[in-house]
């Protein structure tokens, strides 16, 4: 059996992302800082943890798009031949995937109107016979009815912490403090405004 390389791909954004979170979650479970029982609190978890390891998978993706392959056949040389950036020593070309893209790119632009909208293409992929999953959300805001408040949250929240980068940088240099810390005050946060 051969892996494909986005399973490989996940298999890295699970060691370098999505675990280092996980792991700090747990804890929190298990010091009671936070409470899964709480369908409000698995929103809140829910929204912080998805955003901050949007992060590590964007600077994981550009990672792995971006070292140098070496060693392809003389066969796939010929046919990439345009893709090479350069050569290692030891003459062996290198090819790196996104400049390959940038300058071999033969992307033509396609007019909107004939691309479907997500809706149309749902119900075109069913009518087809196919079966979509619809996912219902993790914990229940409680906020969502109320578009001044969720705009207020987020308003407090991107003056307190204007980016999520540093709570993915921290984590992953062992210091889960500034994480804690940013997923208390959006529960702490959610928790006021849901009283007003």
């Not at 949250?153 to 991107?158: K, L």
Request: net charge positive; aromatic share 10%; proline share 5%.
């Amino acid at each position: 059996m051969q892996n494909h390389p986005v399973e490989r791909m996940w298999v890295e954004i699970n060691g370098r992302v999505n675990y280092p979170v996980k792991a700090t979650l747990i804890r929190m479970e298990e010091n009671g800082e936070i409470n899964m029982e709480s369908s409000m609190q698995k929103f809140c978890v829910s929204w912080f943890s998805i955003r901050v390891c949007s992060i590590g998978t964007k600077l994981a993706v550009q990672a792995w798009n971006e070292p140098p392959i070496t060693g392809l056949s003389r066969s796939l040389l010929m046919y990439c031949s345009n893709f090479t950036v350069g050569h290692r020593q030891g003459g062996r070309p290198t090819h790196i995937p996104n400049r390959a893209m940038s300058t071999n790119n033969q992307v033509a632009k396609i007019d909107p109107h004939l691309i479907p909208t997500a809706h149309q293409a749902i119900r075109s992929f069913q009518g087809d016979g196919g079966h979509i999953t619809r996912f219902s959300l993790f914990g229940e805001d409680p906020l969502a009815s109320n578009d001044a408040l969720v705009h207020q949250r987020n308003i407090e929240f991107n003056q307190r912490y204007h980016s999520f980068g540093p709570f993915f940088y921290q984590i992953l240099n062992g210091n889960d403090s500034l994480f804690r810390e940013g997923l208390q005050f959006f529960i702490c946060s959610t928790q006021r405004l849901s009283q007003l």
